[in-house]
């Protein structure tokens, strides 16, 4: 059932050396089963493969056919998605309640299906009428063409890997392009199913995607430092990101990078059910616990609120309800693995030391003997220089900071090097959407919104990343600009 071969030029194979490593399932710490190891002489072959397919067969220019492959996928997705979500649950460890919202349902909805709609609406010629630019007495009629940018090497992380993979797999097929898959190696199977249902599933040729997986994960620097990639598309922190970047400044290749966040929950003096909005906005650092990008994890209150939210958000965190993520009542499951277990623990450690104070949680859970789990955590006395405030936890941790008014509360949600995301509750819509747009983030959600979609731009300012997923940016970042100029005199 599960799928343990890459796919390399079409083809499901084992790694070059038969090398496996172990998938291994973060709520119970069994081993699931293995997958292949690849070296970096698999990956060269899988790039190679890409080059090939992206230099010699129609795939770039077959708009139509581009269009039913991608629709073929998202089919026969539709057909495993019961296995693929049992699947996630295993190796992710991300609670089944969340597979039916971002984990699954929502990227199976469009993330394929809206770029292949795309593709007949595209603006792939622009004309740009006639011109004699050099006062030749000649005019010269232009058009803007745009093209695919080649070889895209396709770098993910393992906390919401299919809505990653298919959010880049989408824009990226749509546009012409072809690529190499590189999963985390802590979630390989949703990657290598998604290979095999290529190869068997669909028409999409030989070598315009390939999956390499690998428990190293120096095998996916290949794709920065060829010179046969002529792209990276990355997911992950903002360390391996300036890393990859590093890397490919050799080939100086064009980079988009899904990076890091630490974003804020912004409730405002005049929100009508503080209560709830102070609730709302603790649990939701819980879910999945805490590994999303997005995730709001500097909740600021007003400071004269502070001592009432702070009560409230203890109450919400130690509501939540967290376990075996098999189990749908649970909202919370375990971290990834133990080396994401520590590195929590270790940052829960250091706001303590550095004074901030732990209100609730701040431990491994003694009744869940097996498994990576951490308790809900609050801070609260956290100055937002402190290490807690500044650098991505990515676990179920939520610093509570008070503000003295608008200005300090715009200060304080832009003294961060990311900006990838956050919220604003408020009885004043006009008054919160002015906020926003003193927020340096590339994501906002007003009372509640929803900016997330396959038609919506998503990504960082500042270190959250460079480029944007999804919408119309989306589907152009995957492409070149060629401008062309003619005449009708030889
Ligand atoms: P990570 O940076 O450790 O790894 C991500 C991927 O990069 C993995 O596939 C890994 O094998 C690979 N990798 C690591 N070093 C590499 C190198 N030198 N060259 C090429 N590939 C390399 O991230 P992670 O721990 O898997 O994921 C968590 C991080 O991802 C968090 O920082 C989170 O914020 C970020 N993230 C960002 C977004 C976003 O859209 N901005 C979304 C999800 C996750």
Known sequence: MHEQRMLIDGKLVPAERGDTFDNVNPATEEILGAVANATRDDMERAVAA??????TTDWASDHLGRKAAILQLHAALEAEKEDLR???????????????????????????????????????????GDKDPFGL??????????????VVGVIVPWNFPVEIILNKLGPILA??????????????????????????HTDIPPGVVNVVTSSDHLVGEVLSTSPLVDMVAFTGSTATGRRIMEAASATLKPMFLELGGKSVNLILDDVANFERAVSGAASIVCMHAG???AMPTRLLVPSSRLADAIELAKIALEAVTYGDPTDPSVFQ????????????????????DEGARIITGGGVPTHLRRGYFIEPTLFADVDNSMTIAQEEIFGPVLSIIGYDDDDDAVRIANDSIYGLSGMITSGDLERAKSIATRIRTGTLGINGGIAFGADLPFGGYKQSGIGRQCGIEGLEIFTETKSVGWTTST
């Open 137 to 150: 007495g000649q005019l010269t009629t232009r058009e803007v063409w745009k093209e695919p940018i080649g």
């Open 333 to 352: 499951g375990p971290v990834v693995s133990k080396k994401q277990q520590e590195r929590v623990l270790g940052y829960i450690a250091k706001g303590r």
């Open 50 to 55: 890409a080059r090939h397919a992206f230099d």
């Open 291 to 293: 590994q999303a990008c």
């Open 86 to 128: 049992s699947e996630l649950v295993a190796e992710v460890g991300c609670p089944i309640l969340i597979t039916y919202g971002p984990q699954l349902d929502v990227p199976m909805r469009e993330a394929l299906r809206w770029p292949a709609e795309m593709i007949e609406q595209f603006p792939w010629k622009r004309g740009l």
């Open 175 to 200: 546009m012409g392009n072809t690529c190499v898959l590189k999963p985390a190696p802590d979630t390989p199977w949703n990657a290598t199913r998604i290979g095999r249902l290529i190869a068997e």
